[in-house]
C-alpha cells in the first residue's frame, strides 16, 4: 500500500473512530499535519499539542483549529505561533490566562490584553506591568471583575481584588475631578441618575 494510499486510510479511520483512535496511532501518523488537521476538524475537543512534535507544534491552522475547543494548548505551541497575534487573540478569548504563554511583546498588546482581560480580569497582573496604566484595559478588568464580584471574592484572590477596589476609587476620582461624575452634598459620593 502507497503512503498517500495509508494516510488517506488513517484519515477515514480517524473521522470514523473519533479522537482516541487518533491518539493511539503510532507517532509517524500522530505527528502527520495532514492527519492531525483532519484529525481536530473531524474532532473539536481533540486536544493534540501536548504530546505533537514540533512541525505540529509551529503549524498555525492546526493550532488555531486546536485553540477554539482547548485554548489551553497556547502553553504547548511553538515560539513562534505564541507570538502571532491572532493565535494570541484566540487563545486569550476563551482563556484569559493564556496570556502567560504569549510572547513578552503580546504580553504589551492592548487588543491582546483587552482580550484576556475581558475573559479574566486577574489576567492582567499575566501582561507587561505597563498594562496596569493602561486605562481601557484597566477599565475592562474592573468592569469583568464587577460582573462577577461575588465568584472573585470567594476564591480569595486578596491582593488582586484590592488593586481593583483601589483603582476603581481612583477612576471615580479621576472621573470626579474631569467633571464627568457630579460630587454629592453627602460623604463626597458620585449622584447616580436614574433613567426613567
Known amino acids: 500500500m502507497s503512503n498517500d494510499k495509508h494516510v488517506e486510510t488513517v484519515k477515514y479511520l480517524v473521522k470514523e473512530k473519533g479522537g482516541h483512535y487518533f491518539k493511539g496511532l503510532d507517532e509517524t501518523y500522530r505527528n502527520n499535519p495532514e492527519i492531525a488537521l ?6 473539536p475537543n481533540l486536544s493534540i499539542m501536548e504530546k505533537a512534535n514540533d512541525v505540529i507544534r509551529d503549524n498555525k491552522a492546526i493550532a488555531l483549529l486546536e485553540l477554539k475547543s482547548n485554548a489551553r494548548s ?3 505551541l511553538s515560539e513562534r505561533l505564541r507570538g502571532d497575534k491572532e493565535v494570541a487573540l484566540l ?25 484576556a482581560v475581558e475573559n479574566d480580569p486577574f489576567s492582567i497582573f499575566k501582561a507587561n506591568p505597563s498594562m496596569l496604566n493602561n486605562e ?7 468592569k469583568q471583575y464587577k460582573l462577577h464580584e461575588k465568584f472573585f471574592d ?11 477596589k483601589q483603582y476603581e476609587q481612583k ?4 472621573q470626579k475631578l474631569k467633571g464627568l461624575l457630579p460630587i454629592s452634598k453627602s ?10
Open 91 to 115: 487563545a486569550c478569548k476563551y482563556f484569559g490566562s493564556g496570556l502567560s504563554h504569549v510572547s513578552n511583546e503580546l504580553k504589551n498588546d492592548e487588543d491582546v490584553v483587552s482580550v
Open 74 to 76: 497556547i502553553g504547548f
Open 171 to 174: 477612576y471615580e476620582l479621576n
Open 136 to 142: 481601557r484595559v484597566l477599565n475592562i478588568a474592573l
Open 38 to 43: 483532519h484529525a481536530i476538524k473531524h474532532n
Open 154 to 164: 470567594s476564591i480569595n484572590e486578596t491582593k488582586h481584588v484590592e488593586f481593583l
Open 187 to 196: 460623604h463626597d459620593k458620585p449622584v447616580r441618575k436614574l433613567k426613567l
